[in-house]
């Protein structure tokens, strides 16, 4: 087993606060794309707007989030200790899991058997959708 990713949260509010703490890189990131894409003046102010910055936020909150990769057997003996209702998408005939624990006791996990990059992608995007939309 192996993790991925350094976001993980104890809190509703420390969520919310490292939400809010990747803000000004989103804004960064969006306008060094406008740049690259050779946007003048008039057109980023037409098609970057708030609602494409709250989207790269989110975007780059969900790819920090923590990601656990482990066999079936370790993801099993994981959610054997922990107390909280866990999500899982996929098919449960796969060798291989990758979750994440939110911070209100709920959790989401994915399985796979040979992509893990997107199995810790949709896990993320899962996790972002199902545990922290509403408290971010």
Do not use: C
Request: aromatic share 10%; charged share 30%; glycine share 8%.
């Amino acid at each position: 087993m192996h993790t991925e990713g350094i976001f993980s949260f104890e809190s509703a509010a420390e969520a919310r606060e490292r939400y809010e703490s990747v803000g000004p890189a989103a804004q960064t990131v969006v306008r060094e794309v406008a740049k690259a894409m050779d946007f003048d003046r008039e057109e980023y102010d037409d098609r970057v707007t708030g609602d494409v910055v709250e989207t790269a936020r989110d975007a780059l909150f969900a790819s920090l989030l923590e990601a656990h990769v482990g066999s079936r057997e370790e993801f099993e003996e994981w959610r054997a200790g922990y107390d909280g209702e866990v999500t899982t998408v996929g098919h449960e005939d796969v060798d291989r899991v990758v979750w994440h624990s939110g911070p209100d006791g709920d959790a989401v996990a994915a399985t796979f058997q040979n992509e893990p990059e997107a199995a810790v992608a949709t896990l993320r995007r899962q996790a972002f959708g199902r545990l922290y939309r509403e408290i971010v």
